[in-house]
Each structure stands twice: as C-alpha cells, then as structure tokens.
T-cell receptor
Framework: DAKTTQPPSMDCAEGRAANLPCNHS???????VYWYRQIHSQGPQYIIH???NNETNEMASLIITEDRKSSTLILPHATLRDTAVYYC????????????FGKGTRLHILP | SAVISQKPSRDICQRGTSLTIQCQVDSQVTMMFWYRQQPGQSLTLIATANQGSEATYESGFVIDKFPISRPNLTFSTLTVSNMSPEDSSIYLC???????????????FGPGTRLTVL
C-alpha cells in the first residue's frame, strides 16, 4: 500500500504558486520523499526528491517538515502546462526500491 | 536520463487472446518495472524484472496471466494472457539506472501501451 495521503484535487490560478500537500506519517528514517507528475497520456515524470532538508530545482521546491511526517511541493509560478496528476511517494534509496503510487492530486491550473 | 520506447503504443484485442508488449531502453539498466494504469486510476505495480532471473510479482498478479521476459539489460516484454475486458488499461514500463547511477535515483517511465479488450 502507498504510504502517503494527498488531497484528490486542487485548483490554482495561472501565475500563482501551487502548494501541494502530502502526509507521510509512517515514513522511516532511511526513506526519501519523491514527487512525480503525470501529464495526460504520458508516463510519470520525476520532479524532485528530498530526505529532510528543503530542496529546490528548476521545476519546483520541496518543503519537508522537521518531523518528516508531511511535505509540500511548491510550483512557484503555475502555468497551464502544469495541469497534471501529482504523486507524492516515499521510497528507499536503493536502485531496486520500487515506486508504489498512491492516488495523487489532480491539479487544475485555471486561466 | 533514459529514453524508453514501448511497442505497440496501442492495440485493440479480442477477448481470450494474448498480447505481448515490448519495452526497449537506450542504455543498460538494472531494474525494469511493469505497471498497469486502469482508466482514471493511479499506477499499480505488476512486477519487477531482473535480467537473468524470474520476475517478482506483486500481490494480485501471477506469472500465468502476466509472463515477463528480461533477456538482457536493455529489453523486456510483458504478455497479457487470455485477455478479458477487465484487462483494458495502459501498461507502462519503467527503469532505474545502473552503472553511472543518476544522483536523483529516479525511475524513468515509458510512454505506455494503451490496451482495449473487446
């Protein structure tokens, strides 16, 4: 079973920051938080990951709470192309650590 | 990164027949994974395919229904056997890297095969 809980859907106005929450209260010490997104009719795409520190890359920022039981993915300036299902995933670091998907959050960017 | 192709991209099949889906990667990879995504649903892991060994199936999936081959480090096939309409889904191949491991340790996903069973 997935180890994460996400809201089923969210709306965000174009140009605004999209903040997607995720609960992972049973995360263990050696597990990372990964975010993927799936744009319609495509395979999932990696966005970002983190262990305990906040992370930022060209796509997004990841804020992880100090107790690591929840996190927030931030898309700083959402565009219509960010409309997708966003998956928050907890997994270990090994190459054979499989990804178990939860239901994800369907993000609608409103023009 | 890895470039993954799947064949066929889509197919319409008759009940009771079988379809073999191919997954080709442009570089050698350690692990290959097969997922199913039913209409409007999230992805469900079917099995993990290691080169040179039997695939490892997740609960609810069996080798007789979904036989998998992994003949080398760049190729795998998934067969959907004795199909029924309930097998109508998108089937996706995914890989994790070997050798120069990506610092992100992410999995890469193929574009998927859209299967419709009548």
């Amino acid at each position: 079973d997935a180890k994460t809980t996400q809201p089923p859907s969210m709306d965000c106005a174009e140009g605004r920051a999209a903040n997607l929450p995720c609960n992972h209260s049973t995360i263990s010490g050696n597990e990372y938080v990964y975010w993927y997104r799936q744009i319609h009719s495509q395979g999932p795409q990696y966005i970002i990951h983190g262990l305990k520190n906040n992370e930022t890359n060209e796509m997004a920022s990841l804020i992880i709470t100090e107790d690591r039981k929840s996190s927030t993915l931030i898309l700083p300036h959402a565009t219509l192309r960010d409309t997708a299902v966003y998956y928050c995933i907890v997994r270990g670091w090994g190459r054979d650590d499989k990804i178990i998907f939860g239901k994800g959050t369907r993000l609608h960017i409103l023009p | 990164s890895a470039v993954i192709s799947q064949k066929p991209s889509r197919d319409i099949c008759q009940r009771g027949t079988s379809l073999t889906i191919q997954c080709q990667v442009d570089s050698q990879v350690t692990m290959m994974f097969w997922y199913r995504q039913q209409p409007g649903q999230s992805l469900t892991l079917i099995a993990t395919a290691n080169q040179g060994s039997e695939a490892t199936y997740e609960s609810g999936f069996v080798i007789d229904k979904f036989p998998i081959s992994r003949p080398n480090l760049t190729f795998s096939t998934l067969t959907v056997s004795n199909m029924s309409p309930e097998d109508s889904s998108i089937y996706l191949c995914s890989v994790s890297m070997t050798g120069s491991v990506s610092i992100y340790n992410e999995q890469f996903f193929g574009p998927g095969t859209r299967l419709t069973v009548l």
